[in-house]
């Protein structure tokens, strides 16, 4: 057995699980979409106050949160992990609202442009309740828009914005979310109970009330992104190195050297290629690795036709994996021995999971939003992408946390944690999958390696781009032509695929990279661990205690592992 135990300690709690607890309750009262995403009782109609006045609210009751933490002391090692890790995210909460970040939140796949929509795939629909608390959060949705606005209205007075690329993506989606046909509208139509019957007339029309204000609201957002912010939003897109550096601790909960860090993506991303190229020549003799996938995107076997079919080959390959994983390997427990597979509601691209419910009403889900007009999907491409998404990875890591429940607090189970330490941790599960035989087919083998290449081109191109590092041509620095070429020709995706990522990394500094850098850390852990060990190191007490800590920073991981 690898990951933790399944009947987890019981633990008394502490002033500083209070402390933690309290937070949460705090959070979910600033911001009621984190009671949805966690599961927990709260105002599931309504949305984060996303004004100047409700960040001002934000970060005061951070601060607060912050002298509480910092005077209490700890009575035991889950405590110091508590105290540690806590601080350390709400200490960088109040830097990036002192850099201004706040006043210049927009890009194309983790904005509130993006988060006021996405909030309602998570939102329970069995009961008249549920449907009821939608149509409230439908209701409201355009008070939050008009507080967003504000903010990034306050953002072109301080002459602080965006770029100009991401208002211009961002305007396209609020078009899109603003049709009379759009989601809402669909959100709305399909408004059903449990039991299959059409929820109550009035009900429904207070469905379709909320559903063509925040369409309107939308559209009101999209006024404002193309009539006001994009003639003051920034020309440039990269932010420079003090802002990335934050960012950078942001996303990996650890300060790393960024200009080895870049050099090392590059030898990185040398090594994956060779990588690819030997096992192109196991499909076949001589091949290129172009070649290689010419022949795999042609073998029928491995092509599925329609979205339908995509989700039905993700849950039966999830569901083997997980059976068979839990039959030898890894302990699974129980509640979470279930993943669901679906495809977004959405178009604008990315695979992405969400971590169950603190009751496990809500089970693990993995995501894929397909972008318009694309309707084949190769399976050797995506075999890894189930096991990075599924167990071992996402939903073994961040399910266990939640069934851990006896010994974490709220705030270690469902909200701590870094992009670093859990999709450092996915990209590790897959090389794991490698060593554990479960990707020796060569073209699922291929598909793993076409993910870890693109994650180690990204390394270079966002440190690249944001850092303004001369281009490996050495013809200039980096732009947008440039960052494209270079990533087409570093990964075997559609021109809209990565048209999407590239928009993504200019506009998400520091997030893309923390995937292979948190990777990096992970390896080099256990390779650390396994010194302190000597001969008596098993990898099963390495993962069992990495997961047992729940989410962390990776500098917190370190020196709890190594301690």
């Not at 993910?451 to 041509?473: C, N, S």
């Not at 990964?491 to 048209?499: A, G, I, L």
Request: hydrophobic share 40%; proline share 5%; charged share 25%.
């Amino acid at each position: 057995m690898i990951a933790g135990s399944s009947t987890p300690a019981s633990r008394t709690p502490t002033p500083i699980d209070a402390i933690a607890e309290e937070w949460v309750r705090t959070l979910a009262d600033l911001d009621p979409s984190v009671a949805t995403w966690i599961g927990i009782p709260g105002r599931l109609d309504e949305f984060e106050d996303l004004s100047p006045a409700g960040h001002a609210r934000q970060i005061g009751e951070t601060k607060n949160a912050l002298a509480r933490l910092s005077a209490a002391d700890p009575i035991d090692a889950v405590d110091r992990v508590t105290k540690t890790d806590l601080r350390a995210d709400l200490e960088l909460t109040v830097s990036a609202s002192e850099a201004g970040l706040w006043m210049r939140d927009l890009n194309v796949i983790a904005s509130p442009a993006q988060n006021l929509r996405e909030i309602f795939d998570l939102m329970p629909t069995a009961s008249e309740t549920d449907w009821a608390n939608i149509a409230g959060r439908l209701g409201n949705l355009p008070r939050a828009i008009d507080g967003y606005i504000e903010t990034l209205r306050l953002g072109i007075a301080e002459g602080n914005t965006p770029a100009k690329r991401q208002v211009r993506e961002v305007h396209a989606q609020a078009i899109r979310h603003s049709s009379a046909d759009g989601f809402f509208s669909a959100l709305a139509s399909g408004a059903t109970l449990e039991s299959g019957t059409r929820v109550p007339e009035s009900l429904d029309a207070d469905l379709k009330r909320g559903a063509a204000a925040s369409a309107a609201a939308y559209g009101t957002l999209s006024r404002f992104l193309s009539h006001e912010l994009l003639d003051a939003a920034a020309e440039r897109d990269a932010i420079g190195r003090d802002l990335y550096a934050l960012q950078s601790r942001r996303f990996l909960g650890a300060t790393i050297d960024l200009d080895e860090t870049y050099e090392w993506g590059i030898d990185e991303l040398a090594r994956m290629t060779a990588e690819q190229e030997s096992i192109a020549h196991e499909i076949k003799p001589g091949a290129s690795v172009a070649e290689a996938i010419e022949l795999l995107d042609a073998d029928p076997a491995r092509t599925l036709h329609g979205t339908a079919a995509l989700q039905e080959w993700m849950q039966r390959l999830s569901d083997t994996a997980v059976a068979e994983l839990a039959e030898s390997h890894f302990d699974v427990p129980e509640p979470i021995r279930r993943l669901e597979c679906l495809i977004a509601p959405t178009q604008e691209g990315g695979i992405y999971y969400t971590s169950p419910s603190d009751d496990f009403s809500r089970p693990g889900r993995m995501w894929w939003s397909v972008p318009e007009g694309v309707t084949e999907f190769n399976t050797w491409r995506e075999t890894t992408t189930v096991y990075h998404e599924g167990v071992p990875g996402h939903h073994l890591q961040l399910g266990q946390a939640v069934v851990n429940r006896g010994k974490l607090n709220t705030w270690r189970r469902q909200l701590a944690g870094t992009s670093g330490h859990a999709e450092g941790w996915a990209l590790y599960a897959e090389r794991l999958m490698q060593e554990l035989g479960y990707l020796d087919d060569p073209g699922d083998r291929l598909g793993m390696l076409d993910g870890q290449r693109m994650r180690a081109a990204r390394v270079v191109l966002d440190i690249g781009v944001h850092l303004g590092k001369p281009r490996l041509d050495g013809t200039g620095t980096w732009d947008f032509d440039y960052a494209f070429e270079f990533l087409s020709a570093n990964v075997n995706m559609n021109e809209p695929f990565v048209r999407f990522e590239v928009n993504r990394y200019f506009g998400w500094p520091g997030q893309a990279p923390s995937y292979k850098v948190g990777q990096r850390i992970w390896e080099q852990l256990r390779d650390s661990y396994q010194a302190k060990a000597g001969a008596g190191f098993d990898i099963r007490d390495f993962h069992r205690e990495a997961l047992d800590l729940g989410g962390v920073g990776l500098d917190t991981l370190r020196a709890e592992l190594l301690r």
